[in-house]
């Protein structure tokens, strides 16, 4: 897809991205259930960086997709369909133990 773009467009998000403030503290104060996919192919956003965004979300979980890159529902639309299925179960769950609790 990036090459059938525009040079200018991509200039353009290569800049919106690098002008893009830091988001850690933000994720550091998230305190929801939440996962981090990563394709184990990705050359856009390297798996260090994946470690460090689950590792700020106090209930994140990282997930590498092996053979995938960085369109990850595009390039493995069921995969992502079962985690995110399991991260609503786990949701959906919680809920309930919290109703019953009361």
Do not use: Y
């Not at 995110?84 to 919290?98: G, K, Y």
């Amino acid at each position: 897809m990036a090459r059938a773009a525009p040079p200018k467009a991509l200039a353009w998000a290569q800049r919106a991205i690098a002008r893009r403030p830091d988001s850690m503290d933000v994720l550091r104060a998230t305190d929801i259930p939440a996962v981090v996919v990563t394709g184990a192919e990705d050359l856009l956003v390297g798996a260090e960086e994946a470690t460090r965004t689950a590792a700020a979300l106090r209930q994140g979980r990282l997930v590498v997709l092996p053979e995938v890159g960085h369109l990850q529902p595009l390039e493995a639309p069921e995969r992502i369909n079962t985690i995110l299925s399991a991260l609503l179960d786990d949701v959906a769950t919680a809920d309930r133990n919290r109703e019953n609790a009361c």
